[in-house]
């Protein structure tokens, strides 16, 4: 038999002996047959789970190298979601293969966004060889893009098109991957006319969802909506199974003001792929606005089913649902929904905090005005507990609430704190000031917001001041020091991390540094992960230490 | 009753059809652990082994053929395209086939250029590639050449072997109207025909700048016997 020509690098199966490989399948006969053949490839390590949550168990107690996991798997959660709970809450990294097995062919299935695709698929029945091959080409491809991966998660976008473009006049072998890669580098540079030609090129050559999915979005990024609708309109024509586009041309109707047109897409969409949390909570934000509160009243509902049990489950939904069933004069129920959302997240102080805010507002409702107040008050005492995270709109909520309450003091400090922490959110400053209009208190708010404004400012310039004098070590502490009171202030920790990393050059590494710049640069990174000097911070960075940050999966 | 309350017949069809496929999948991985097991004692009831996988093979074709049918009727036909290297897909599908067709004494060759890219639904045309060389199981005598190249803006696919070549009411090029596969009744009644049809639909569904996809059967070619040829725009 004549064969092509094989890649003299490519993997042999003796790599794969030594994985371990998690095999999931709701089916016993089927996880029997998986494991056999996986034996006969001379694997030795396999285990195996008969649905998603005991598959995820597995997956937090030890690490795998290849997951097989069936797309239908019963009444809990699907393959789809086992993918995205596996990454997020990081069981998996880049070098892990994920294989979908599928029990007829994927035009059952929905197509998830690119991030959340999975390696390859395996269609029952498969062979042995069939399993052998598809195993190597994955492992093959994850080697070869690797490099291409570590550059985009580095944030050298420049270098990853020249490698992306290298590797294309290489020779086609990957050229769909690396085509991918290159026009999301480039959405992420945010050149939108770069972006448009790239995905507009592709899109001649054959019309391709991703490719058409990325045009969509950049026209969107442009204003140019009418564009972007009649792009995402024509790839649901060519398939209706790509589920993002139905989110952003939801998305382009709303900001076109037809928010009716929005929620009638999102329906459509729900009721093909139902599961999808963020969809339904869309769905019932649209319809909340449309004042359909039915829908929407449905929707978060759906939400919160979907959501037990997953990593992606919010008080929100339970609080914004408790909020529309008040608009629906069914306050009783939305205390219920409450009493449910508490029970679900009886750990989480800052779930409380979010829980007894919307409870005061639900007690409002019914002139309960004592139980109102006993909600605000747990709320607050929540947020005395240690290492609580509340969202900026629910502290300004809950300072609203303090406020109302006739403890201005404690919600003003609250505004104050909070606006310090974000002190460059033009968005949240405007909030912010239509909240204090609201109170009647224009004049004050503004007078507290230039005050908290300036005083931040006024610590990051004295900071800066020491670095350019050259003062590094100066810097460095006094930039820990302010890095440690507002450990949410995206310039304050992205300097520290610029200050420490900058005296390191300089006077030498220490591991407590390399510590310190790591802890900042993740700070900065969960606060924003598209802050525009972070791409520069990272260059120090690696100048310094090769050591992965907390988002980068294809370093290990 | 409302009319809503009444199960649509073809929803039936569709399901059982769901649950028989999962079922041929369980025969088949026995079926396949068997095999091995006997290849390893020499049993000498192999070859009927052989006869039984082509066999759940085709059934299981037949199925995913009505679910996909089914579906296109029901909505339309979702057509994921991407760039793939064709080498690949056709050395994934020989390698699925080969033990059958090996078993059988056949000597499968692929021609394809490493750097030959191109556009479809991978999954859609591997099926269609995957029925066809089950198919030569039955029709080969020993020789099959699977060859790709680029010719006048399409993808051509070809399928050659050594057997009898096609009956005569078989041969067909998808892009005529009348006398093409799908046009009788009686044509659709054996598999091969239901076939043939919906790998035509599957190829008519691949579009690019107004020209459709295509297939074609003829008797001929470098052996002497059946040609089976795919184009993609």
């Known amino acids: ?556 | 009753m409302d009319d809503s309350d009444v199960l649509d017949f073809s929803d039936i069809l569709a399901s059982t059809m769901h649950d028989t496929k999962n079922s041929l999948g369980m025969l088949y991985h026995t079926l396949e652990a068997m095999i091995g097991r006997c290849q390893e004692r020499g049993c000498p009831v192999q070859k009927d082994h052989y006869l039984l996988q082509y066999e759940l093979r085709r059934l299981n074709h037949n199925s995913i053929r009505m679910l996909s049918l089914y579906k296109a009727k029901k909505a339309k036909f979702p057509i994921s395209l991407d760039y793939h290297s064709v080498g690949d897909c056709l050395d994934e599908a020989i390698i699925v086939n080969e033990p059958l067709l090996s078993s059988k004494g056949v000597d499968i060759e692929l021609e394809c250029p490493t750097d030959l890219f191109w556009s479809f639904d991978r999954e859609l045309i591997m099926g269609i590639l995957d029925s066809v060389l089950n198919n030569e199981y039955l029709y080969t005598k020993d020789r099959l050449t699977v060859s790709a190249g680029s010719k006048d803006g399409y993808l051509v696919i070809q399928l050659e072997d050594n057997g009898p070549g096609y009956p005569e009411y078989f041969l067909m090029d998808s892009r005529e109207k009348s006398g093409s596969a799908g046009s009788h009744v009686s044509f659709l009644t054996g598999s091969t025909g239901l076939g043939l049809y919906f790998s035509a639909l599957v190829a008519k569904s691949h579009t690019k700048e107004g020209r459709e996809g295509f297939i074609r059967t003829m008797n001929g070619g470098r052996y002497n016997g059946s040609v089976f040829t795919l184009h993609l725009p």
Request: aromatic residues 6%.
């Open chain 1, 1 to 556: 038999m004549a064969y092509l020509q094989k890649d003299p690098i490519a993997p042999t199966i003796d790599k794969l002996r030594h994985h371990r490989v998690l095999v999931i399948d709701d089916f016993v006969n089927f996880r029997t047959a998986v494991k056999g053949m996986l034996a006969g490839l001379g694997v030795a390590h396999i285990v195996d789970a008969f649905d998603g949550e005991s598959a995820l168990l597995r997956m937090s107690a030890s690490k795998y190298d290849i997951i097989l996991c069936d797309y239908n798997l019963g009444p809990g959660k699907d393959g789809q979601q086992v993918l995205e709970e596996a990454k997020h809450y990081k069981y998996i990294n880049y070098m892990t293969i994920f294989m979908m097995v599928t029990a007829e062919n994927s035009m059952d299935m929905v197509m998830g966004v690119v991030e959340h695709m999975p390696d390859d698929y395996l269609i029952k029945p498969f062979t042995k060889q069939m399993l052998e091959k598809k195993l190597l080409s994955v492992l093959e491809k994850k080697i070869a893009l690797r490099e291409i991966i570590q550059t985009v998660e580095m944030m050298e976008y420049d270098r990853a098109v020249i490698l992306c473009d290298e590797m294309i006049k290489k020779g086609p072998k990957h050229i769909r991957e690396v085509l991918r890669i290159k026009g999301e580098v480039f959405a992420k540079i945010e050149d939108h006319q770069q972006t448009e030609a790239f995905y507009k090129e592709l899109s001649a050559m054959g019309k391709m969802p991703w490719a058409m999915f990325g045009l969509g979005k950049c026209q969107y990024q442009q204003g140019r909506l009418e564009d972007a609708k009649e792009t995402f309109t024509e790839l649901i024509k060519i398939n209706d199974k790509v589920m993002a586009a139905y989110d952003w041309l939801a998305k382009v109707h709303d900001a076109m003001g037809n928010p009716q047109e929005a929620q009638a897409i999102l329906v459509k969409a729900t009721e093909i792929s139902p599961r999808a949390l963020e969809r339904q909570r869309e769905l019932g934000a649209i319809a909340q606005k449309n004042q359909d509160l039915q829908t929407a009243v449905k929707s978060f509902k759906t939400a919160i089913t979907y959501g037990k049990n997953s990593a992606f489950k919010a008080p929100s939904d339970y609080t914004i649902l408790a909020k529309v069933l008040v608009e629906a004069d069914s306050p009783q129920e939305g205390l219920n929904v409450l009493g449910d959302a508490q029970q679900a997240f009886h750990r989480d102080p800052g779930a409380t905090v979010q829980i007894g805010l919307a409870e005061s507002l639900v007690y409002q409702k019914l002139n309960r005005q004592e139980d109102a107040r006993e909600s605000i008050n747990k709320a607050i005492k929540a947020t005395e507990k240690m290492a609580v995270r509340v969202p900026a709109d629910i502290e300004l909520e809950l300072a609203k609430a303090l406020i109302l309450n006739g403890d201005g003091d404690r919600g003003k400090e609250i505004v104050r704190k909070m606006i310090q922490s974000n002190h460059e959110n033009e968005g949240l400053i405007t909030e912010t000031k239509k909240m204090f209009a609201g109170l009647n208190m224009a004049q004050e708010g503004q007078e507290l917001l230039d005050a908290a404004v300036e005083e931040v400012a006024e610590l990051n310039n004295q900071g800066v001041k020491l670095v350019k004098e050259g003062n590094l070590a100066k810097a460095t502490s006094y930039f820990d020091r302010a890095a440690e009171k507002l450990p949410d202030n995206t310039l304050i920790n992205a300097n520290a991390a610029y200050a420490c990393m900058l005296d390191m050059k300089k006077n030498g590494k220490t591991i407590e540094g390399i510590q310190k710049a790591q802890t900042y640069l993740e700070r900065v990174y969960r606060n924003d992960p598209q802050y525009r000097d972070l791409p520069n911070l990272l260059t120090v960075y690696r100048e310094i230490s090769k050591e992965p940050l907390s988002w980068m999966t294809a370093t290990f």
